[in-house]
């Protein structure tokens, strides 16, 4: 485990159907079951490590999981027991008239998808603040088109599936070139 993460949604929403406890029958990408339970696996294990939680002081980052996530799934009572056990660091994002986290033009012209700009605008601020920072994400395979410009920015990816990940990405890929050809 990292020091510090921001999460994507999807990695609390795909735990929270595979919670062993309490599963939530919810839409969550990986449909594998067994992926799904790697995936709590991970999160189970960041919730009882040392590692820090990002979040914004705006409060954007936790109503999306409050959209995607009831109060009593599992990833939102992991995001819960990170605040009460002072494990959450906030960030000041800016924010755009959408609502879109505000990134450097470099970051913007790729990062297509307005709902992670605010993950990778709480990265860029908890890494200027704190020195190190990894996004964790999941089902959501855009972060790989995203991840050569990251890097230069020195944010780390963690792909917590990462072949599954890796070949949905890659299916996608062809898909688009095929549409273009």
Known sequence: MKPRYVLDTNVLVAASAADPVH????????ADPQLRMLIWQWLDNFQRS????ILDLQGEIFNEYQQKLGFNDFGIQVVI?????????TVSVDYDADGAGILPQALAAVVHDKADRKMVAAALAAL?????????????TDWHDWEHVLHKYQIELEPLIEAWSRHKHA?????????LS
């Open 50 to 53: 040392e590692s820090r939680l």
């Open 81 to 89: 027991h990170k605040w009460s056990t002072a494990a959450v660091d």
């Open 23 to 30: 599963p939530h029958d919810i839409d969550a990408t990986p």
């Open 128 to 140: 200027e603040r704190f020195g190190q920072i990894c996004v964790a994400f999941a089902g959501d």
């Open 171 to 179: 299916d996608k890929r062809q898909r688009s070139l095929n549409k």
